[in-house]
């Protein structure tokens, strides 16, 4: 699907990143800018094992998409984010792939 990825599909060479929306490839990713904060959604290629997340991170902010050939969804982990409407630190859901890109 993605060429640079595609090009590292053998298991020494692994990537994860963030991509931009328009980079997608139609890949069919829900748009989750109108939902809460922490929600995702993720796509999985199996001809290429390349991995799509889409998160929100917060609400003030564009939706974060991540790719990777190595990391995948896994699981979910609780973080604390700042939230503008209630003031306040809040737990929310973040898929484990994110923690690889920072």
Same mark, same amino acid.
């Given at each position: 699907?993605?060429?640079?990825?595609?090009?590292?599909?053998?298991?020494?060479? @692994?990537?994860? @990143?963030?991509?931009?929306?328009?980079?997608?490839?139609?890949?069919?990713? /829900?748009?989750?800018?109108?939902?809460?904060? @922490?929600? =995702?959604? =993720?796509? =999985?290629?199996? /001809?290429? #094992?390349?991995?799509?997340?889409?998160?929100?991170?917060?609400?003030? /902010?564009?939706?974060?998409?991540?790719?990777? $050939?190595?990391? @995948?969804?896994? /699981?979910?982990?609780?973080?604390? #984010?700042?939230? $503008?409407?209630?003031?306040?630190?809040?737990?929310?859901?973040?898929?484990?792939?994110?923690?690889?890109?920072?």
């Amino acid at each position: 699907m993605l060429p640079l990825l595609d090009s590292y599909a053998n298991p020494v060479i @692994g990537g994860t @990143g963030t991509i931009y929306a328009n980079r997608l490839m139609k890949c069919p990713l /829900s748009d989750i800018a109108k939902l809460k904060q @922490g929600a =995702y959604d =993720y796509a =999985y290629d199996s /001809s290429s #094992h390349i991995e799509f997340v889409c998160w929100m991170d917060s609400m003030d /902010s564009k939706p974060v998409t991540l790719v990777s $050939n190595c990391n @995948g969804m896994l /699981s979910t982990m609780k973080v604390c #984010h700042w939230s $503008n409407a209630t003031k306040s630190e809040v737990e929310i859901d973040q898929p484990f792939i994110v923690s690889f890109t920072i």
